[in-house]
């Protein structure tokens, strides 16, 4: 989002528990104004940073209502322009004494890791909410081929934050063994599945469980691969009908292979 001067607050992350997002203020460009006029931190005697110096402010006054993570890798808010070496003298001093506290981050991945907790995937609930929606695709392909599954399904996934801090993206597979259902000494049968969608950590729920693959593997009694797969058609963020797109944010947060 821009204010009506061009601040683009897009340049940095700023995380509040309640966050309002801040508008351009006369506090708030006076207070840069100076820092540029004084050659101080984010800008310098070479290097005028108005919109820094907005941005800084703004964060600053966040600081009334609750705890900051400035999330930044730009070097002139750091003492002699390291990261290592913390906060500009002057811009540590303006934290010091409000009602809450400012954390410095040089990356989204930085943060993640400092107020990442664990999440439990409820994988059985996973593969049976799929199966709900999808299953009618995966009997028609057992059917065709003569194959039924068995009871031992291996599900890998991936995890991603999204712009919810409530709700994780996870993309998926569901390798499951099959056993011939005809006489042709068919053997190693297993049908692998792809799929994406949400999962609220509030509710333990899924939504928007998606297809994106569907194949069956095995071998011929000679020996012989044979592959049987269905052409799954869609694309991604993009629904046909009334629907609000989200997760326009994803962050890989882990992956599991077994």
């Not at 989002?1 to 509040?16: A, E, F, H, I, K």
């Not at 993640?112 to 199966?131: G, H, N, P, R, Y």
């Not at 599900?155 to 056993?179: G, H, N, R």
């Not at 694309?235 to 992956?255: K, P």
């Amino acid at each position: 989002m821009s204010s009506p001067c061009g601040v683009d607050y897009r340049q940095l992350t700023v995380y509040t528990k309640y966050f309002t997002p801040p508008t351009f203020s006369f506090e708030s460009a006076r207070s840069s104004f100076l820092k540029t006029v004084e050659g101080l931190p984010p800008s310098s005697d070479q290097n005028q940073q108005f919109k820094d110096g907005v941005l800084w402010a703004d964060c600053i006054s966040l600081l009334e209502h609750d705890d900051v993570f400035f999330v930044t890798s730009d070097a002139a808010f750091f003492h002699k322009r390291k990261y290592e070496e913390g906060l500009a003298k002057n811009l540590l001093a303006e934290t010091i004494g409000k009602a809450h506290h400012l954390k410095t981050f040089s990356s989204l991945g930085e943060l993640l890791t400092d107020i990442k907790t664990q999440v439990v995937i409820d994988e059985a609930l996973l593969i049976q909410s799929f199966m709900n929606q999808h299953g009618q695709l995966v009997d028609d392909m057992l059917q065709r081929n003569s194959f039924s599954l068995e009871d031992a399904p291996d599900l890998k996934k991936t995890l991603y934050a999204t712009e919810l801090p409530t709700v994780l993206y996870i993309e998926f597979t569901i390798d499951t063994p099959c056993s011939d259902l005809s006489d042709q000494g068919r053997t190693k049968a297993v049908l692998h599945l792809k799929g994406s969608g949400s999962y609220s950590v509030e509710s333990g729920k899924y939504d928007d469980i998606r297809i994106t693959g569907q194949e069956l593997d095995f071998l011929l009694a000679d020996g012989t691969t044979r592959q049987s797969a269905n052409i799954i058609i869609g694309a991604a963020s993009i629904v046909i009908g009334h629907r609000d797109v989200v997760h326009t944010v994803r962050y890989q947060l882990m992956e599991e292979n077994r």
